[in-house]
């Protein structure tokens, strides 16, 4: 089977695996296999989410954000 080799758009380089369905460059963008290429921000926070579908557990990646808010 063949690797699908993404590469940034802004900047041409490999991307970087970080979960599957995932991808980084250094450059600060990003590849997530449902919205497609995006530019990060500092208060996105990159996880695995456990679903249960048909009696078997799955992990798909979510992406969260920070709140900046201190009380």
Not at 2 to 18: I, V, Y
Not at 43 to 62: A, C, E, V, W, Y
Request: one cysteine or more.
């Amino acid at each position: 089977m063949g690797k699908c080799q993404r590469s940034c758009p802004a900047c041409g380089r490999k991307m970087k695996q970080q979960f599957i369905g995932l991808k980084h460059c250094s450059c600060g963008v990003s590849w997530k296999k449902d919205i497609g290429y995006f530019e990060r921000t500092p208060d996105m926070i990159f996880s695995l989410k456990h679903q249960i579908i048909n009696g078997k557990r799955k992990t798909f990646p979510h992406i969260s954000y920070q709140s900046t808010e201190k009380e």
